[in-house]
C-alpha cells in the first residue's frame, strides 16, 4: 500500500513524523528524512531546512520545511558565521512567525500551533546547527556545501553604499572585512585594503577571504570590473547609474555571501 510522509505537531515545539495511506507513494527523500528524524529529531529538522524546494512533500511536512527553509536562509545571512561557529544565535522573525501561522495546513496537532512553538522549534534547530558545527572538521562554508552546494553563507567580506554628499559624484561605495569578534559578540570591521597588509603575499588567505566577491563576480560585471583593476581594495566613488547597479545587485551580492550595508 502506497504511503506518504506526515507531520504531527506536539506540545512546546517538539514534532513527530508517521506514515499514512495515500494514492502514490512518497520519495525516497521522505524516507531519508524519515530515518534522520528516528535517529535525531532535531537535526532531522536541519536536514530538511537544507533541502532543495524541488521534493514533494505532504502540506503538513511541507509547513515543516517552510519553516526550517526560512530559518536556513537566516543562517547563511549571518554575519560572521565562520567566526562565530558554534555559538551563533539566529534571532526569529515575527513577520515570518505570523505568516506561517497564517498560512498552516490542517495536520494533526495543529491546536499546539502557536507563536512560543515557533519561536521554540526555531531555537532547537538552532542548538542542532550549533552541534553539527561544532563536531564539523571543516570551514563552515563547507558545511553549507556538505548540505546544499547552491546555499551559500555569509563571508567576511561587506559592501557599503552611502551618499557623497561633499563630492561631485553623488555616490561612495567601499568594501570592508570583519577581522574578529569581541567577547560582546561584536564583529570588528576594516577597509578591505587592510588585508592586503594582514595576508601579506598569502595568495592563499586572500582567496579565502574574497572566495565570495568572486562568487558574485561570475554573474555581476561590475563586481567583476572593480576585482580585476583591484579597485574593490579602496574606496569608489560611484555616478547615479553606477550606484543603480550596485542597489539592482544587492540580491545577487547577498545570494553569493556578500552582507551588504545600505542607508
Not at 566577491?213 to 560585471?221: F, G, L
Request: net charge negative; with cysteine.
Amino acid at each position: 500500500m502506497p504511503k506518504e510522509l506526515i507531520a504531527i505537531i506536539e506540545p512546546h515545539g517538539a514534532y513527530a513524523l508517521d506514515w499514512q495511506e495515500a494514492e502514490t507513494e512518497a520519495p525516497k527523500i521522505c524516507h531519508d528524512v524519515y530515518k534522520r528524524y528516528e535517529r535525531d529529531p532535531r537535526g532531522a529538522l536541519l536536514f530538511l531546512g537544507f533541502l532543495s524546494s524541488e521534493f514533494l512533500f505532504s502540506s503538513s511536512v511541507l509547513f515543516l520545511k517552510n519553516l526550517t527553509s526560512a530559518f536556513v536562509r537566516s543562517l547563511a545571512r549571518t554575519p560572521d558565521l565562520e567566526l562565530l561557529r558554534e555559538t551563533v544565535t539566529v534571532a526569529g522573525d515575527e513577520k515570518l512567525t505570523q505568516t506561517l501561522l497564517e498560512t498552516a495546513p490542517f495536520m494533526p496537532g495543529d491546536e499546539h500551533l502557536t507563536e512560543d512553538w515557533i519561536r521554540v522549534a526555531w531555537r532547537n534547530m538552532n542548538e542542532a546547527y550549533a552541534r553539527a558545527i561544532g563536531s564539523f572538521k571543516g570551514k563552515v562554508s563547507e558545511y553549507f556545501s556538505s548540505q546544499n552546494a547552491e546555499i551559500h553563507c555569509a563571508g567576511r567580506v561587506y559592501f557599503h553604499l552611502v551618499e557623497n554628499k561633499s563630492d561631485d559624484a553623488p555616490f561612495a561605495f567601499l568594501a570592508t572585512y570583519s577581522t574578529h569578534v569581541s567577547e560582546t559578540g561584536k564583529s570588528k570591521h576594516v577597509p578591505l585594503k587592510h588585508a592586503l597588509i594582514e595576508f601579506g603575499n598569502d595568495g592563499k588567505k586572500m582567496l579565502e577571504l574574497l572566495v565570495t566577491v568572486h562568487t558574485a563576480s561570475e554573474k555581476s560585471e561590475f563586481v567583476a570590473a572593480i576585482l580585476e583593476s583591484r579597485e574593490i581594495f579602496y574606496p569608489l566613488k560611484l555616478t547615479a547609474a553606477e550606484a543603480y547597479t550596485v542597489l539592482s545587485e544587492i540580491p545577487l551580492y547577498e545570494e553569493s555571501g556578500i552582507l551588504c550595508r545600505i542607508p
